[in-house]
């Protein structure tokens, strides 16, 4: 029960987080690409991989496992969002924006998989 609970809080706190800052960043963006969705799946890719290299290296305890949980199961998870990024994908289909599309597609899976890799590589220099 405790684990749900920590993975409850983790993931309020991401969703909110999700909401709040693609909400800014489309406000801010200047272009017609929609930036918000696929700037926080990054954002939460670089952390998740980060968090997770970081507890993998120094190993699973009680503690620490909780600490994953709260982190990269709850709040990088509900940060994240793989449904947004699909919603998104297939209205910029539907509005016959295919360019933005595929972009949008292509910049997912690669920068999010670079980004993973880049949180793992960051938390080696810590």
């Not at 987080?17 to 489309?26: A, D, P, Q, T, V």
């Not at 793989?82 to 209205?91: H, K, L, V, Y």
């Not at 539907?94 to 938390?123: E, P, R």
Request: some cysteine.
């Amino acid at each position: 029960m405790k684990n749900a609970v920590v993975i409850f809080i983790g993931s309020g706190f991401g969703g909110i987080s999700r909401y709040y800052l693609s909400k800014f960043i489309n406000k801010i963006n200047l272009h017609d690409f929609p930036l918000g969705i696929i700037s926080v799946n990054i954002i939460a890719c670089f952390l998740s991989g980060f968090f997770a290299s970081l507890f993998i290296r120094n190993g699973i305890t009680a503690e620490n496992h909780l600490m994953k949980l709260l982190l990269v199961v709850g709040f990088c998870g509900g940060f994240s969002t793989f449904s947004g990024f699909a919603d998104q994908t297939i209205r910029l289909f539907q509005q016959g924006n295919q360019t933005y599309a595929v972009v949008d597609i292509f910049l997912s899976i690669t920068i999010c998989l670079f980004a993973t890799f880049g949180g793992l590589a960051v938390s080696k220099l810590i």
